[in-house]
């Protein structure tokens, strides 16, 4: 399911920093001749400047009555919703014309941040190859070139390369451009892909003869982008997608004919529950899975049969969540059956799937997450979590004695399992990186326990890891739970209340923010900064309990726990808050807007990226894209305990008179995740409001949507940006 959650992105061989980049690069500027934009009586700014700050934009106010369960809310900035109204494009634009004017001073320090970054950053690059029947399959980048080519070879890789897609020629015109799926025919001859050149993740599936080079006619639009393919090599099956972006279709394609003529497969009508489609690893089946929050629903197809009826594995229940793989003659499932708060494994026949014959093959812990499973002929790996840290255990299906660990040595670390399509492989691909090393590509031998780098991210330049220190600290929350804190800083700093720090937080979904390597935030280091991602409530980094105790009616924990963090950062001599500065993206921009109307005097700057902050307004309607299938994450407000407790934080409902810190607030014109105008309604209510002369700077990309722009280059400028921001804050030459 796609949540408000930033998005991995790119390649493996493109590490991007753990920060939200969803700035706009361009300088556009707009004729504002009209009402929506006035002129403020009054401007100030503390941010160092040699010239007078220009005038910011004021909104103008059209009071909309909000009334649920009898409680009404006068909204003045609610005609902001109208993403074509040439008012809104003028008063976006003119925030984005105030935020350059703003900035103009640092234009020659984001130059310069930005050629730090992109300095780092291997041109000519490649992945390591991955092979899978027969074909060695990788991406690649060519210097000073923007988009990734995925390629082939056939048999060894000193082969001729097959170039299948060449994302800078396909990107060419275009101001936005994502390809997906790169889903090859079982008998290796056709491609399926998807594009999307508006950035509201609805792809169009494309199709290529890998033996002639030719694009196929058939084109299926509005799609999720991937395609599965059946065993006879002209049947695909993908996934529609709603008005509202859910993905609530699954049709079926038979290459050569029209998409009109597509048969659907299955209908999701339950609009909590979205739905998708994927292959085994053994080819052999089809399956279909609808899930929501918390009630995950299969059913499965033979993949030589797909003019067969899929049958259901285990029929829906709300609290039981399951996945699905297969080995043999039986299912293996992740599942919370029986209590399961942290998921065990269970395997049951494909002739008898339902619940009651599961039986247990990696019994419940309390104490370890299990995360995920990687099938082999011989061994089974499996993702874990423990203490906050990621673990992939290996066991022998045929030798219970064969159980143990990969040992990775580091105090705060991720590991995950990669790409492993070979079946009947004994080598598992694992990905490994921490705050101090870079990402790096393993190939491990379950047999001998030997492991070989095949690669490790080029930081280019004078890079040292022994030059930073890494470590993980726990702040007590106030209600005595201890939070972890990963840091990462240059080596010789002083706890003396000096440091500039950003601190970085989540906190949603039971997404788990990993203390990964970030070749970008070295900018940060080398200047002396600590980098700080406080491990709170809502994500699962302590496994699923810690989940459960930041979501629905806990969700203020989330917020308590990151305050919290940023005190005892304070207290034990890492910074002060007039250098502590704070940062979130997307529902770690709700995040951002809770801390700054509780606590604003903690922090001296925040960046809020597409920030989820009209949380009550957006749940109210279900015509908005993920609001639906969001009820079991912060509630349905059309219960009135939900609304009450949901209005009690909801960022935009609880501006209020007092002093905010500066801030640099950025979305997306076209973005699916979180739309627009929360961020503009919301700075605009904030500029109204607020009592202080500090910056408030919104910025739109005009062209892009939830993950920012295109292009492994283009996203640094607002990387460099939003540095160019934290940096002239301090009062101090960068």
């Known amino acids: 399911m796609e949540k408000r959650l930033r998005l991995a992105g790119y390649a493996s061989i493109l590490v991007l920093p753990l ?18 934009v006035e002129q403020a009586s009054t401007a100030a700014s503390t941010m160092p400047a040699s010239t007078q700050l220009p005038q910011p934009p004021d909104a103008k106010k059209v009071p909309k009555e909000l009334t649920t369960h009898g409680d009404t809310r006068i909204d003045n900035y609610y005609w902001m919703n109208q993403r074509e109204d040439p008012e809104v494009i003028a008063y976006l634009n003119a925030e984005n014309k105030y935020t350059e004017q703003v900035m103009a ?64 020629e396909r990107a060419q015109g275009l101001s936005y451009y994502a390809a997906a799926g790169m889903d090859v025919s079982p008998n290796n001859k056709l491609l399926a892909f998807g594009e999307d050149t508006v950035s509201r993740r609805k792809y169009t599936i494309r199709f290529k003869d890998l033996s002639t080079g030719k694009m196929l006619p058939d084109r299926i639009l509005n799609t999720t982008g991937s395609a599965v393919w059946a065993n006879d090599n002209k049947t695909v099956y993908y996934t529609m997608k709603d008005p509202a972006l859910r993905s ?13 003529q597509d048969k659907e497969v299955y209908h999701e009508a339950d609009e909590t529950f979205s739905t998708f489609v994927y292959k085994t690893k053994s080819d052999k089946y089809i399956i279909i899975g609808s899930g929501s929050t918390l009630s995950n ?23 039981l969540e399951y996945s699905v793989d297969q ?7 992740v599942t919370n059956k029986d209590g399961a708060t942290n998921f065990k494994l269970m395997q049951t026949p494909i002739s008898k799937p339902g619940k009651e014959n599961w039986k247990d093959v990696i019994p419940h812990r309390e104490d370890v997450l299990l995360e995920g499973i ?21 066991k022998k299906w045929n030798d219970p004695k064969t159980d143990y660990y990969i040992d990775f040595g580091e105090e705060a670390y991720t590991a995950y399992i990669s790409t ?101 935030r070295l900018s940060l280091l080398d200047r002396g900064w600590v980098y700080a991602i406080a491990h709170i409530r809502g994500g699962q980094e302590m496994g699923r309990k810690w989940y459960e105790e930041g979501k629905m009616m806990k969700k203020k924990n989330t917020f308590t726990d990151f305050i919290d963090a940023s005190e005892y950062l304070i207290e034990q001599g890492y910074t002060n808050p007039d250098k502590l ?132 280059f283009e996203r640094y400028k607002e990387t460099a940006l939003e540095y160019a921001f934290l940096l002239s804050l301090l009062d101090k030459n960068q």
Request: hydrophobic content about 30%; some cysteine; overall charge negative.
């Open 19 to 36: 920060v939200f980049t969803t700035g706009c690069s361009s300088s556009k500027t707009a004729d504002t001749g009209n009402a929506t």
């Open 105 to 168: 001073d640092t234009e020659d320090l984001q130059q310069k941040l930005y050629q730090e970054i992109v300095g780092r950053i291997k041109q000519k690059d490649e992945s390591v190859p991955f092979k899978d029947d027969g074909y060695w399959y990788y991406t690649r980048y060519e210097e000073g070139k923007e988009y990734p080519i995925y390629a082939r070879k056939k048999g060894t890789l000193s082969a001729p390369e097959e170039v299948m897609v060449n994302a800078n």
């Open 248 to 260: 609530y279709k699954i049709f079926k394609h038979t290459l050569g004919t029209p998409a009109s």
């Open 297 to 319: 629903e299969y059913r499965y197809l033979d993949a030589n049969n797909p003019n067969g009826t899929f049958k259901v594995i285990q029929p829906r229940e709300r609290g």
């Open 327 to 333: 080995f043999g003659d039986k299912f293996y499932i």
């Open 374 to 394: 990687e099938i082999f002929k011989d061994y089974l790996a499996l993702q874990e979590r423990k203490n906050g840290l990621a673990q992939i255990r290996i």
């Open 420 to 520: 492993n399509p070979d079946f009947d492989s004994k080598t598992l691909r694992y990905e490994y990186s921490s705050l101090t090393t870079p990402n790096s590509t393993y190939d491990y031998n379950m047999e001998t326990k030997q492991q070989e780098l095949m690669k490790r991210q080029e930081v280019v330049g004078d890079f040292n890891p022994e030059n930073y220190e890494a470590k993980r600290i726990y702040a007590t929350a106030e209600d005595g739970t201890r939070i972890p804190i990963s840091l990462v800083y240059k080596k010789g700093i002083k706890l003396d209340g000096s440091n500039p720090t950003l601190q970085y937080a989540y906190g949603s979904y039971g997404y788990s923010t990993n203390p990964g390597f970030s070749s970008v």
């Open 581 to 712: 500065f704070a940062m979130g993206g997307s529902a770690g921009g709700l995040l951002m807007g809770a801390v700054v109307n509780m606590r604003p005097e903690l922090y001296k700057g925040v960046i809020a990226a597409v920030p989820f902050v009209d949380v009550v307004t957006t749940m109210l309607d279900t015509s908005i894209p993920l609001t639906t299938g969001e009820f079991d994450e912060w509630g349905n407000p059309a219960e009135k305990a939900s609304y009450d407790y949901m209005l009690s934080y909801s960022p935009y409902d609880n501006v209020k008179e007092q002093a905010y810190p500066n801030m640099l607030v950025t979305t997306g014109l076209h973005d699916s995740q979180v739309q627009y105008w929360e961020p503009a309604k919301w700075v605009a209510k904030l500029r109204d409001m607020k009592t202080d002369n500090n910056l408030l700077l919104l910025q739109t990309n005009m062209e892009a949507g939830h993950g920012g722009a295109s292009g492994r």
